[in-house]
């Protein structure tokens, strides 16, 4: 079977010649600003890797990395030696740990594999490695480039040059060594409502393998963060890796028998989807990591800033401001009437809402989960007249349009169900398995995704939706198309497909990639998406953890941030609206709740804090992303911009702290030799804190304070109980 090629970001091969074979041992060295790669092409194997880490300098020579790193000869060991830990390491080669390519032909042979280097093509921070092994009938392509923001990206194409076919079960994106010293590899893990979880495990002997296979990444986001333990939010070494995919992974990182660390990050293959015929090649995801000696928050900054001048594409080319959003789903739920809508459209303008978000409810039979998914015509008991009444008052108030979808997605009590049940992915012979009461379409067949871009394409036109909200609720569970073969890459791809012919079908709609909150929220999406749902848990005090730790690999911008109802759907908590929204309003804002029943006080506090959003906004989201280290009770984070002139931070306070003064807040990220006003902007009134005269004289800007003395000696706040929160601005005087 041919493998489609793959729709995310590739990176772009060099056409130039590199040098042949019959080469001496060479080193290949690629530079970011803080961060050097150095490889050696020795005579045998594919180029290995010699170091990953803090930038060397220019002067270093060839000789001396040969000499430090010169291969010796253990006790029982090899006679014949291999280099190890290289681009890809295979089974085979004196390989005993965890090998990144595993594939076999159909009579069992070819299990190994042992690439020679063929060429090595190298342009400034692009290296391209071509390598082949005749024996096993397999050629590899291996891309790299170090950017100038230290992200490293890597991407493997392999071509089954044999004449039998052959069955790839895994192949790595990337490889990495890091250094001994690495014992802490901090993985993402959770579920749903309860995403992002950042959990440090100990990396002795052996290895930490996370993976994920639902094609919704709630239990692992495809990243890992990896340090000495003694890494610190802005001390340290640290290294960072994700992978760009939206379908199964694996990142495995391992303390190998020789004691090395080595890394590795790739999509996870249910058996078959590897398949390769004579001739055809199979090219993996990009895997993108990063070095930094600022500790997790450098490695932050590189991701987010390599995010927002790579991955991220916006119609019209430019990143508009963030529109502020209401989405009806927490207000409303699928008690959806189209007057009260219209009464909520205009309190949503005169909140300042830009885009009104309809979620799910508004066609077919869809009054519940049960049915009606899959119809997408709107409901006419609750639509008399289609959506474009209530489209024309949304850009009567000049807001955006946002409509639900859950276009993979399908009810068995539906219309599109009764005519096509053979359109669902299943295991045919087995149980159908739902969830939510839904099935999963195979939209990797052209008359499924025909059919769901015309519909979704013919509503967009007539109704005028600028903003899709795109859902995905369930797991796949042995997604198996009508031939039984897994089906869980090609949904995938035919997924990243049908989101480009709708973009350039439509050059100004957003998508969001929604997934429950944070089941789809990985870099293959948002290269075609412009936003991500965080999480369904908007219970502030829950997402101060799920933000913070998004954010390590995301930037904020993209990530919905909302104020929601409470008590919170979830939790049952209830915060103070200020709690709420000093939470929110760092990422991409929105509002969840029904705005006809704010009392006015409450609208009033709600539209100055959507106004103060929308000042403070492109600082927000083009600045520079600061994580401090704080009182465990305490969360510290905040964005400063490049120049480091202005800054915002958020202090929020979790719990009790243990003592009756807590530590100083110690900022980060500002220049220590300027000067700093320090503001609580409106509509911050303080109610219950007893701040001092001095502190007033602090926090009112009357007493300007240097960067060095914010981020070192640090600042008392005022005495802030459990569940409150403060928006702090700085500005150099
Ligand atoms: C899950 C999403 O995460 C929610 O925001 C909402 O859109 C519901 N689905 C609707 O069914």
């Known amino acids: 079977m041919t493998q489609a090629p793959i729709t995310s970001p ?23 600003t803080n961060a050097t790669l150095l490889l050696i092409r020795r005579r045998a194997g594919l180029p290995e890797i010699a170091y990953w880490g803090r930038r060397l300098p220019q002067e270093i020579s060839e000789a001396e990395i040969f000499a430090v790193r010169a291969p010796d000869s253990p006790n029982n060991g090899p006679d014949q030696w291999r280099p190890l830990i290289t681009l890809l390491d295979t089974i085979g080669c004196w390989n005993f740990d965890m090998p990144g390519l595993i594939a076999a032909r159909p009579d ?69 060594l890091l250094p001994e010293s690495v014992d802490t590899a901090h993985v993402l893990s959770g579920e749903w409502g309860n995403e992002f979880g950042i959990e440090p495990m100990n990396l002795t002997r052996g290895g930490i393998v996370v993976e994920s296979r639902r094609n919704r990444a709630h239990d692992h986001f495809p990243g890992m963060l990896l340090s000495p333990a003694s890494t610190s939010e802005n001390e340290g070494e640290a290294w960072a890796a994700q992978l760009g995919w939206s379908g199964g992974h694996r990142l495995c990182v391992e303390r190998m028998e020789d004691g090395r660390i080595r890394l590795s990050c790739g999509e996870y293959l249910y058996s078959g989807e590897g398949d390769l015929a004579p001739g055809a090649e199979l090219v993996t995801p990009v895997a ?56 909520q459209v205009d309190a949503a303008a005169a909140l300042g809402i830009e885009r009104f978000v309809l979620d799910d409810g508004w066609f077919g039979a869809r009054r519940d989960c049960d049915a009606g998914l899959g119809d997408w015509f709107s409901a006419a008991s609750v639509f008399p007249n289609g959506l474009r009444p209530l489209s024309d008052r949304i850009h009567g108030h000049g807001m955006e349009f946002g409509l639900w979808y859950e276009p993979e997605m399908v009810n068995p009590d539906s219309d599109l169900y009764r005519a096509h049940p053979d ?14 009461n839904q099935l999963v379409l195979d939209i990797s067949r052209p008359e499924v995704s025909n059919y769901l871009f015309e ?60 997934a429950s909150g944070g089941g789809r929220a990985d870099w ?119 120049d480091a002139r202005s800054g915002v931070f958020l202090v929020a306070q979790r719990d009790w702290v243990s003592a009756r003064r807590p530590s100083p807040i110690r900022l980060s990220g500002l220049d220590p030799a300027k000067t700093y006003r320090i503001t609580l902007p409106e509509p911050q009134n303080l109610p219950g804190y007893r701040p001092s005269e001095a502190q007033k004289a602090v926090f009112s800007g009357k007493v300007p304070v240097s960067g060095a003395t914010l981020m070192d000696v640090g600042v008392f706040p005022p005495f802030m109980p459990p569940l409150s929160a403060l928006v702090v601005e700085l500005q150099a005087v």
């Open 10 to 32: 590739c990176i772009p091969e060099i056409e130039t010649a590199g040098q042949g074979g019959g080469h001496p041992e060479t080193l290949i060295r690629l530079d970011g």
């Open 108 to 176: 069992g042979s070819g299990w190994t594999a042992n690439f020679e280097t063929e060429q090595v093509a190298q342009e400034g921070r692009r290296l391209v490695v071509r390598g082949k092994d005749t024996v096993s009938g397999l050629a590899i392509v291996l891309s790299l480039e170090l950017g100038p923001d230290d992200v490293l990206t890597s991407q493997a194409r392999l071509t089954n040059t044999g004449t039998q076919s052959l069955r790839v079960e895994r192949l790595v994106s990337g490889t990495y």
């Open 288 to 343: 993108y990591a990063t070095y930094s000696s600022a500790g997790f928050s450098g490695c932050a900054r590189a991701f987010q800033a390599h995010a927002r001048r790579h991955l991220l594409h916006w119609p019209g080319g430019k990143m508009k401001p963030r529109p502020v959003l209401l989405n009806s789903w927490e207000g409303s739920g699928f008690d959806l009437h189209e007057d009260q809508l219209m009464r």
């Open 423 to 436: 359109w669902v992915l299943q295991t045919r012979g087995y149980p159908l398995w739902t969830s939510r």
């Open 455 to 514: 519909v979704i394409s013919e509503q967009v036109a007539s109704v005028r939706i600028d903003y899709i909200k795109w859902d995905f609720n369930r797991d796949l569970v042995e997604a198996s198309d009508a031939q039984g073969r897994a089906a869980y890459r090609r949904q995938v791809l035919a997924l990243y497909a049908l989101w480009e012919r709708l973009h350039k079908a439509h050059p100004g709609l957003e998508i969001e990639s929604c």
């Open 524 to 642: 293959g999406a948002l290269a075609h998406t412009q936003r991500v749902w965080t999480s369904d848990d908007t219970d502030a005090l829950e997402r101060l953890a799920i933000q913070g730790a998004a954010w390590h690999f995301l930037p904020p911008e993209v990530t919905g941030c909302h104020i929601s109802e409470v008590p919170n759907g979830i939790t049952g908590r209830t915060t103070t609206l200020d709690f709420r929204a000093c939470v929110a309003i760092f990422g991409h804002l929105g509002v969840e709740l029904d705005p006809t029943h704010l009392s006015a006080e409450e609208s009033t506090r709600l539209k100055a804090w959507i106004a103060l959003h929308k000042r403070l906004r492109g600082l927000l989201h083009h600045g520079l992303a600061q994580f401090c280290t704080a009182d465990p009770a305490r969360v510290v984070h905040g964005v400063v911009s490049d």
